[in-house]
């Protein structure tokens, strides 16, 4: 199933912490880490008083349920020390998202397939649609034409 993953951090060192998750994930069993955006530097959303993000997209081929790929993102999460007292949206050391898991929908206490942030955030947006320009939400939306509507204002593709 081909799966995406959006990855985040704005503590400990950003880049470090995206490459060390990204190892993670290429380690993964059943799974095989197939793309990856470029990188992109950004403001935070939600409180201002927090550091600016970096942020991916990675693309996987995976035979491991939805639930099971979920579970083992939260446990590199918890790796890579990500605390989940803190406030609502406030800085974290890495956050990864499962963005959508082939066409499927889900509604579950556990886990919202696609990714309900999605539409509203352009940092998930612009590398998403780097990574799978032809990709549809289950709804029929283009991903690449979110993207291209995005207000992509504050977002630095860094050089690769
Ligand atoms: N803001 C940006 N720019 N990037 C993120 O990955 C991100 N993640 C979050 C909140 C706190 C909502 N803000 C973010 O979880």
Redesign the pocket.
């Known amino acids: 199933m081909p799966a995406y993953v ?5 503590l400990d060192d950003p880049a470090a912490q995206l490459a060390m998750a990204l190892e993670a994930l290429a380690a993964l069993p059943d799974t095989r880490l197939v793309a990856l955006s470029g990188r992109y530097h ?6 201002q008083d ?1 550091p ?2 970096l ?1 991916a997209v990675a693309g996987l081929l995976t035979r491991l349920p939805a639930e099971a790929l979920l579970a083992a993102l939260q446990g590199i999460e918890d790796a890579q020390g990500r605390r989940r007292e803190g406030p ?5 050391t890495v ?1 990864l ?1 499962l963005l959508a898991y082939g066409n499927t929908r889900i509604e579950s206490d556990a886990l919202t397939l696609p990714h309900p ?1 999605i539409c509203s ?1 352009p ?2 947006l612009v590398p998403l649609a780097e990574v799978a320009p032809g990709l549809h939400l289950p709804d029929g939306q283009s991903v690449a034409a979110l993207a291209a509507a995005a207000d992509a204002t504050g977002l630095r593709r860094e050089e690769p």
């Open positions: 959006g990855l985040g951090s704005n950004n403001p935070p959303m939600g409180p927090q600016d993000y942020n609502r949206w406030g800085p974290r956050d998202d942030g955030r940092f998930v």
